[in-house]
């Protein structure tokens, strides 16, 4: 899976999930985090954690740093009241405009070849300069 994400490992990339009542951070332990850890991507400080998910309120979004976001979720309203947040605009990523909705069905959920090869996918997408 490396050398699928080639000459990308000067990004960082975040990857979580808004709720109506938190925000949720998932880690190395999880489908994603396991394919990005195995594809050599760097994950911010606060995203590197062995466990499955960490929660996380509004006012620690600095833990989302990175320069490039990725996120899903099937509360469209819940990513709306997070980017209305005056602390949203001062992520690296954001500033960028290097923040990407990804599909919750394989990028939360997905197993199996075929959801590992469109995380692959996203990621080079979305790694690509």
């Known amino acids: 899976m490396k050398s699928a994400i080639t000459g990308k490992s000067d990004k960082v990339v975040s990857l979580f999930r808004p709720r ?3 925000i949720v951070i998932y880690l190395t332990n999880t489908f994603a985090g396991l394919i990005m850890k195995d594809a050599g991507v760097t994950r911010p400080e606060a995203q590197s954690g062995e466990g499955f998910s ?6 620690q979004i600095g833990d989302l740093e990175g320069n490039v976001i990725l996120w899903f979720n099937r509360e469209k309203e819940a990513f709306a009241k997070l980017e209305g947040s005056q602390l949203w605009a ?3 990523g954001v500033k960028n405009n290097k923040v990407h909705p990804v599909d919750w069905e394989y990028w939360m959920s997905g197993l199996g070849i075929q959801a590992a090869n ?9 790694l690509a300069d």
């Open 20 to 22: 109506q009542d938190k």
């Open 54 to 59: 960490v929660d996380i309120t509004e006012e």
């Open 90 to 92: 001062t992520l690296e």
């Open 118 to 126: 469109s995380v692959l996918n996203d990621l080079n997408t979305f």
